[in-house]
């Protein structure tokens, strides 16, 4: 086996990993980006339910009490998101939890991450919808937040409006190049600095390298491109700095089975995950109401019916984000389109899910208006012993089960009540709809924001890294993605993972220049 070197080496090309891969590469360095998941083009993606085709690139994960889904591919989570853009409210950043203290370093507040928001913002870009954006769905919330005497916005979102086509398929990724994934700005600028983006090698240990001048040696195996369970090689790599960037669910578990290896790890490794709060509801809205209550219809004449019709995220009300209230009791409402493959894990609230009613709701799935409540859980999540491969058991393609649990806790649920309550009272009004909340009974808590399972903070017992993103005891280990954020965000979470990417990025740097890489600063906003 021949030995791989390089300076740099980043595990994960999502959000955490291709920002700092970019900049790393950009300044001279030698920079690998291993990914579990394969490498799809524009043209490769389809609009399809079909197994074989969106199962390469979203793998459903179940654990104990939650379900997470995620992305599977170069681009990470960014090439399946809804693209909602977001940044956090400043009070997010002052929460103190169950644990009675600040949560977030003291060095990161809203105003402190502005600046790297707005890089961000500037290399996806970001647009600023109005409301001949907004969807048919995202109408009737806006509508009937109105008319309950609250204020809705359009959401602000990574696509390009020109070139977007309203298909709707976005969580398989995007064929008209419209989304604004990582595919069209960090990795192709990291690759044209020279970086190595290496697709289906699917990381499994971080240890200490007995090679010269460098410091960490990671094992990886290659995968089948045909069959994820089967691996063609295990092969090692060395490098001088590693950027753990493998998302909530991946990171951890890469730690956890290199504790050993390490010599130990923060015990906070694993523990304080959370799903952003995410709470969804199935709205039923009744059409003739929706006509006589809000003067709603679309050109054909027909009320509303249009569940599936536009971007799957376009309108939001922030009225419950009072950075005055308690914790506990600030969430946002989106409105959001579940393609099937989600809606089967849901159950709702209230209903037999049998027979006649199961059969008569399904019926009407057009009229649905589903919701996403973004609220403030408690960071109750923790992962067991990991597997001994891979992040996960593949139960199958696109379905894995987990060692995550998540058990809401009374404060988390209280969360969840205040955002249902608020809800009813939008959508419950004079009899426009019936609002049933997703039951825990088929899948637990379902998100596709999964934070915090190795968060930065200052107090050591309850972060597992420095506000550098550094895991404590193991310098030039960094940690830059959604496993990062210390606390759910009462928004989507994209913005704000790649923003604190952009923050740690210059401190990955200094290291690796203390290395002896003769970092060079100063690169821009890419531009592709």
């Keep these: 086996m021949s030995t791989q070197t390089t300076d740099v080496l980043v595990v994960g090309s999502g959000f955490g990993g291709a920002i700092p891969a970019y900049y790393l590469a950009a300044g001279g360095a030698r920079v690998t980006i291993l990914e579990r998941g394969p490498r799809l083009a524009a043209a490769d993606f389809t609009h399809s339910m079909r197994l074989g085709t969106y199962n390469k690139i979203v793998d459903v994960i179940r654990g104990e009490g939650v379900t997470v889904v995620a992305g599977n591919c170069v681009g990470g989570g960014s090439v399946i998101y809804f693209a909602a853009s977001l940044r956090a409210?400043?009070?997010v950043f002052e929460r103190r939890g169950s644990?009675?203290?600040?949560?977030?370093?003291?060095?990161?507040?809203?105003?402190?991450?502005?600046?790297?928001?707005?890089?961000?913002?500037?290399?996806?870009?970001?647009?600023?919808?109005?409301?001949?954006?907004?969807?048919?769905?995202?109408?009737?919330l806006a509508a009937a937040c109105q008319r309950a005497g609250h204020t809705c916005n359009p959401v602000p979102v990574a696509v390009k409006p020109q070139t977007c086509t309203n298909c709707n398929w976005m969580l398989s990724g995007c064929r008209f190049n419209a989304k604004r994934s990582l595919l069209l700005?960090?990795?192709?600028?990291?690759?044209?600095?020279?970086?190595?983006?290496?697709?289906?090698?699917?990381?499994?240990?971080?240890?200490?390298?007995?090679?010269?001048?460098?410091?960490y040696a990671v094992t990886y195996t290659v995968l089948d491109p045909d069959d994820y369970t089967c691996t063609?090689?295990?092969?090692?790599?060395?490098?001088?700095?590693?950027?753990?960037?493998?998302?909530?669910?991946?990171?951890?578990?890469?730690?956890?089975?290199?504790?050993?290896?390490?010599?130990?790890?923060?015990?906070?490794?694993?523990?304080?995950?959370?799903?952003?709060?995410?709470?969804?509801?199935?709205?039923d809205i009744n059409d003739t109401k929706a006509r006589i209550l809000l003067g709603l219809s679309r050109p054909d004449g027909t009320a509303y019916q249009g569940l599936p019709l536009g971007r799957p995220i376009t309108a939001a009300t922030y009225d419950y984000l009072n950075p005055n209230a308690p914790e506990y009791s600030r969430f946002s409402l989106q409105q959001i389109y579940f393609p099937p493959l989600t809606n089967l894990l849901a159950q709702t609230?209230?209903?037999?899910?049998?027979?006649?009613?199961?059969?008569?709701?399904?019926?009407?799935?057009r009229s649905w208006l589903t919701l996403l409540a973004m609220t403030e859980d408690d960071n109750e999540?923790?992962?067991?012993?990991?597997?001994?491969?891979?992040?996960?058991?593949r139960l199958a393609p696109g379905l894995g089960q987990g060692t995550m649990s998540y058990h809401p806790t009374p404060l988390t649920r209280q969360g969840w009540t205040k955002a249902?309550?608020?809800?009813?009272?939008?959508?419950?009004?004079?009899?426009?709809?019936?609002?049933?909340?997703?039951?825990?009974?088929?899948?637990?808590?379902?998100?596709?924001?999964?934070?915090?399972?190795?968060?930065?903070?200052?107090?050591?017992?309850?972060?597992?890294?420095?506000?550098?993103h550094e895991l404590r005891g193991h310098p030039g280990l960094f940690i830059t993605d959604g496993s990062a954020v210390p606390t759910s965000l009462t928004?989507?979470?994209?913005?704000?993972?790649?923003?604190?990417?952009?923050?740690?990025?210059?401190?990955i740097a200094s290291h690796t220049r203390n290395t002896g890489v003769p970092l060079q600063n100063g690169a821009p906003i890419p531009s592709v």
């Design 232 to 283: 063609a090689q295990v092969e090692i790599i060395h490098a001088r700095t590693v950027v753990l960037a493998a998302g909530a669910i991946g990171t951890p578990i890469i730690l956890q089975r290199s504790a050993l290896l390490l010599g130990g790890i923060p015990k906070a490794v694993g523990r304080y995950f959370s799903g952003n709060g995410d709470r969804v509801s199935v709205a």
């Design 99 to 140: 644990l009675g203290r600040r949560l977030w370093p003291a060095s990161l507040t809203r105003a402190t991450l502005d600046p790297w928001y707005d890089r961000v913002e500037q290399a996806l870009p970001v647009t600023r919808t109005d409301w001949p954006d907004v969807s048919y769905a995202g109408g009737v």
């Design 185 to 215: 700005n960090y990795l192709p600028a990291a690759e044209a600095h020279g970086a190595v983006i290496r697709p289906l090698h699917e990381v499994q240990t971080v240890g200490p390298s007995p090679t010269s001048g460098y410091r």
């Design 89 to 91: 409210p400043g009070f």
């Design 349 to 365: 609230a209230n209903a037999t899910w049998f027979g006649i009613e199961k059969r008569s709701m399904r019926a009407r799935w």
């Design 381 to 393: 999540g923790f992962f067991a012993t990991p597997p001994p491969t891979g992040s996960f058991m």
């Design 491 to 507: 928004v989507n979470p994209s913005l704000t993972i790649a923003a604190l990417a952009e923050r740690a990025t210059p401190a």
């Design 420 to 468: 249902d309550t608020a809800l009813r009272g939008i959508l419950e009004k004079d009899g426009l709809a019936f609002v049933r909340p997703w039951a825990e009974d088929v899948a637990g808590t379902v998100t596709a924001h999964p934070l915090g399972s190795a968060r930065i903070g200052d107090e050591p017992a309850a972060s597992a890294l420095t506000d550098t």
